[in-house]
């Protein structure tokens, strides 16, 4: 059984911070920048009718399958239905079903839906066969949406990548299970995981459309950051999406290298959500589809994520990538220095760890509270994206980076880059998040214009050659090198060894 989500509040604050920390303390927002005339383009289902906006083609709220409503609850996606004439792609549809404040709007901006299985497409004006980049949004698959603010592609797209951004199903609608639903399921129908199915049926609609954009299928970077992480993890772990990407970006993976749960684990889960709804344990799948979205939300207080089903996932990302079972593709994966901004009250005593990672933390923080936090980053985001890069480079070659930098005017109120604080950076979408972003410093700047460069150099030729930065080199377990983007940027050989070798030693599970 899943312990409860005891942390959900930080959570969702943290998520607020991956863009309000990026931000200065006024957070005006940017003017809208004047029409240019709207392009058309035809995809399988029909014509879109989008927006051009600063020499960018953009198309929102486009339906990549059928409304996961009513009998298609828990199903796997469908496809979308066909329409006649144009259809207006100017805004983004819902984002899928999560909490919201006292004015209906969730952390992922916006109004929500069950009808939500939509993306964004932000595509050079004049491009042929063009790299592809497909955004998985965080949100600890709780919360979030592929139409944030922070996430617009636009300076993806001026740089000659078409961006492509997406919504899949959250918390107990995109990852539930229960023993009436795996009754009445085929045989080889998958199970509890939709919102990778969605995300794999996304990816198959990029494949299927995206040279009507100017994309080139067979150049396509799946990229996602957190839960986003995660579940890119877990899409080179299965065979169902093989095939779709060519290279995949990880950026601070949660939950990476733990094992998922059992089908049998989430069918607990669905039993206790089931009987908060009054359902008895033995009702019936359309008892279960005749609960209310907005009642499943309310009442979620467990973890929701990716699932062993027995039938899409059979094992974990951990599990694929120890017996060679990932996909062997170019990959860059890492982390930010102050993960722990996760959850602000960790705290831990030297005396109380093992007599290694004593002595590997000797010295390491001033206080309790430091060192948890310190303890904290090295444990779940450090030390397994490493051990992720060194598995992945015995095959094609992977390239590991820690996020370290912090602008100016946050240096006095936190300790390190908090998670999800590269994202304006890697997006540069400082103009999308305040009016006041011409005010931020030349350093900033210059930050956010090689981080951006060495995402957009990956997706192009698969090698991450980032502009004003010394050469990346590929992770190899003997030189063990990565690319730290800080005050001062450049490759550290062993980068905290001593702590990393000593939080993986402590792991039992690890296959």
């Known amino acids: 059984m899943r312990e409860p989500k005891r942390h959900i509040p930080q959570i969702v604050a943290v998520f607020a911070l991956a863009a309000a920390s990026a931000l200065s303390a006024a957070e005006t927002p940017a003017a809208a920048p004047a029409p240019d005339s709207p392009p058309k383009i035809r995809v399988e289902s029909g014509v879109l009718a989008g927006t051009a906006e600063g020499g960018v083609r953009i198309f929102r709220g486009i ?14 996606p469908q496809p ?9 792609a100017a805004a983004a549809g819902p984002n899928c079903m999560q909490r919201t404040d006292k004015d209906g709007v969730s952390p992922g901006e916006g109004p929500v839906g069950e009808d939500c299985l939509t993306l964004q497409v932000f595509a050079p004006q004049e491009a042929h066969k063009a790299p592809v980049m497909v955004w998985v949004h965080g949100g600890a698959n709780l919360q979030g949406s592929g139409s944030k603010a922070v996430y617009d592609g636009s300076a993806f797209a001026r740089d000659g990548v078409v961006l492509v951004a997406i919504n899949y199903r959250l918390g107990p609608l995109g990852f539930f299970a229960h023993p009436a639903l795996t009754r009445a399921a085929k045989p080889d129908e998958p199970l509890a995981n939709y919102g990778v199915m969605d995300q794999i049926a996304a990816l198959r609609w990029v494949r299927r459309n995206i040279e009507a954009f100017g994309g080139d299928p067979d150049n396509v970077t799946l990229f996602g950051e957190s839960a986003g992480g995660l579940d890119a993890l877990v899409l080179l772990s299965t065979p169902a999406a093989r095939g779709l990407f060519t290279k995949a970006i990880v950026e601070s993976p949660g939950r990476n ?10 069918e607990a889960d669905g039993l206790r959500a089931a009987s908060r709804a009054l359902l008895t344990a033995g009702a019936t799948a359309d008892q279960l589809r005749a609960i209310s979205a907005q009642r499943l939300i309310a009442d979620m207080d467990y973890e929701y994520g990716p699932v062993t089903d027995g039938r899409l996932l059979t094992e974990s990302p951990a599990q ?3 017996t060679g079972h990932a996909a062997d593709l170019p990959l860059i994966i890492g982390s930010n220095s102050f993960e722990a901004s996760l959850f602000s009250e960790s705290s831990a005593k030297l005396a109380d760890l093992s007599a ?7 010295g390491e923080a001033a206080s309790d509270r430091q060192l948890g936090t310190t303890l904290f980053t090295d444990r779940y985001f450090t030390a397994p994206v490493r051990w992720f890069a060194r598995r992945a480079a015995a095959g094609a070659p992977a390239w590991l980076y820690q996020f370290s930098y912090v602008r100016p005017s946050q240096r006095d109120k936190v300790p390190g880059a908090p998670h999800g604080s590269e994202i304006p950076y890697v997006f540069d979408t400082w103009d999308k998040l305040s009016a006041l972003s011409r005010l931020l410093p030349p350093e900033t700047r210059a930050m956010t214009a090689l981080v951006h460069s060495c995402w957009v150099a990956f997706a192009k030729a698969g090698v991450p050659a980032c502009q004003g930065a010394p050469a990346w080199p590929a992770y190899s377990a003997d030189r063990d090198e990565l690319m730290e983007f800080g005050l001062t940027t450049g490759v550290r050989r ?3 060894q001593p702590q990393l070798d000593a939080q993986e030693h402590a792991v039992k599970f690890l296959p």
């Open 63 to 76: 339906p990549f399958a059928a409304p996961p409503v009513g009998p298609l609850r828990w199903k796997a």
């Open 80 to 88: 979308p239905a066909a329409w006649s004439g144009e259809r207006s």
């Open 257 to 266: 290298w733990e094992p998922l749960p059992t089908l049998a684990a989430g």
């Open 320 to 322: 694929a990538f120890a």
């Open 356 to 362: 290694e990672m004593r002595a590997a933390y000797a």
């Open 494 to 496: 062993h980068f905290r």
